[in-house]
């Protein structure tokens, strides 16, 4: 072993399961007990029962996921305005319940968005005719393809009729309306306002065509301008999706980081060391601590757990060696460290966290870097195992 070392990392698969699923717990609202629960079971010495239980776990973790995008698509449907069922509360439904639901509750929203839609397109076109919604209830446009098709093979054509202009009510205006309700109604939910304006714009000179011609060259211009709405409203999802992956990743990643540091500074905790008072503020933002120990006036371990689970740790002195006695010290000191290190090291692989040595420096082969602020910030106090005996 050695007085310096940085070492690798590596969290058992259940461990970063167990991890993800309480974040997802505490997401929705529940505790992490099930979390809990389940890194127990994972922990099981048969390799069969291990397996299951890490099944089992999978499962739920992304019946939970599925659950918790639902409920946010049911909360945007619902600030538009959209008849959206209520969003699920977690009570300890098992995976299967959960992708039920899930099942049953993309066809109401299907049909919600759809609604909400096609009401949003007959207010609009209502209002542009000075027709009441009532008499423009028609089915919505058929899916058509990204690229405009000619004039003549379109769905929601108007009426021909290049003799005289087609006035805003009557049978020809509701008829050119309901035709630009079918556009319309192809127009997410979500669209931003202000795609939604560049449509609306565009639709509000459909009623002023004067010939049918005219107008199907105008809702051909609605459709266009629908089809890009559509498409940016596409490109914000995306984005959307990208960021909250990137956010997934990053609480992920900060998750596993105090998890190993937790571990590790109690691993170390039992053997007698104590992470300093002092630095528990420091140890939540940046994962650095300072161990000392009973006995060691002169010595301490700085440690570091860096993103992407690295571990830097190194022995240090508080103060200057005084003689060749306190440098002989040093050695004893490192070779104390090693064995401790050796020691956590077998522990930590039991709870899931293995270490794997890059690099080191052997006992002896340096001098211990000073480092007089470890000890002046440090607070004395009584190893773990010996506060543990004296509450017993």
């Known amino acids: 072993m050695s007085s310096g070392l940085e070492a690798e990392v590596a969290l058992d698969v259940a461990v970063v399961l167990t991890l993800g699923l309480n974040r997802v717990l505490g997401k929705a609202g529940q505790a992490a007990g099930r979390g809990a629960e389940v890194l127990a079971a994972l922990a099981a010495n048969r390799a069969e029962d291990r397996a299951t239980a890490l099944a089992d776990a999978q499962a739920y973790d992304s019946a939970l996921r599925a659950v918790l995008d639902r409920n946010a698509r049911i909360?945007?449907?619902?600030?538009?305005?959209?008849?959206?069922?209520?969003?699920?509360?977690?009570?300890?439904?098992?995976?299967?319940?959960?992708?039920?639901?899930?099942?049953?509750?993309?066809?109401?929203?299907?049909?919600?968005?759809?609604?909400?839609?096609?009401?949003?397109?007959?207010?609009?076109?209502?209002?542009?005719?000075?027709?009441?919604?009532?008499?423009?209830?028609?089915?919505?446009?058929?899916?058509?393809?990204?690229?405009?098709?000619?004039?003549?093979?379109?769905?929601?054509?108007?009426?021909?009729?290049?003799?005289?202009?087609?006035?805003?009510?009557?049978?020809?205006?509701?008829?050119?309306?309901?035709?630009?309700?079918?556009?319309?109604?192809?127009?997410?939910?979500?669209?931003a306002a202000a795609d939604r304006l560049h449509v609306a714009q565009a639709a509000a000179r459909v009623a002023d065509a004067t010939t049918a011609s005219e107008a199907e060259g105008l809702l051909t211009e609605v459709r266009l301008r629908v089809q890009q709405a559509s498409a940016r409203t596409q490109a914000h999802r995306d984005e959307a999706r990208r960021r909250a992956e990137e956010q997934e990743a990053a609480e992920q990643a900060e998750a596993e980081r105090l998890f190993i540091l937790d571990r590790i500074t109690g691993a170390f905790g039992e053997l007698g060391y104590e992470v300093d008072t002092g630095f528990e503020t420091l140890t939540a933002r940046d994962g650095a601590v300072v161990l000392s120990r009973d006995g060691w006036p002169d010595h301490a371990v700085r440690m570091r757990v860096e993103d992407g689970g690295?571990?830097?740790?190194?022995?240090?002195?508080?103060?200057?060696?005084?003689?060749?006695?306190?440098?002989?010290?040093?050695?004893?000191?490192?070779?104390e460290w090693c064995v401790a290190f050796e020691t956590a090291r077998t522990r930590l692989e039991h709870q899931g966290v293995r270490a794997d040595v890059r690099w080191q420096i052997d006992p002896g082969d340096q001098r211990l870097p000073v480092v007089p602020e470890a000890r002046q910030t440090r607070t004395r106090g009584k190893p773990r195992e010996k506060q543990r005996e004296r509450e017993q």
């Open 75 to 191: 909360a945007v449907l619902a600030e538009a305005g959209g008849d959206v069922p209520e969003p699920l509360m977690f009570d300890g439904q098992g995976a299967a319940e959960l992708a039920a639901w899930c099942a049953a509750a993309d066809e109401e929203l299907d049909q919600a968005e759809r609604r909400l839609a096609e009401r949003t397109a007959t207010e609009m076109a209502a209002e542009i005719f000075h027709l009441p919604v009532g008499a423009l209830v028609t089915a919505p446009e058929p899916v058509q393809a990204a690229a405009p098709e000619p004039v003549q093979e379109r769905h929601a054509s108007v009426p021909r009729n290049d003799e005289a202009a087609a006035p805003r009510t009557g049978a020809a205006g509701q008829q050119r309306a309901a035709a630009l309700v079918r556009v319309l109604a192809r127009m997410p939910a979500d669209t």
């Open 310 to 335: 690295q571990v830097r740790a190194a022995l240090v002195r508080t103060a200057e060696p005084r003689n060749e006695e306190e440098r002989r010290k040093d050695t004893e000191r490192e070779a």
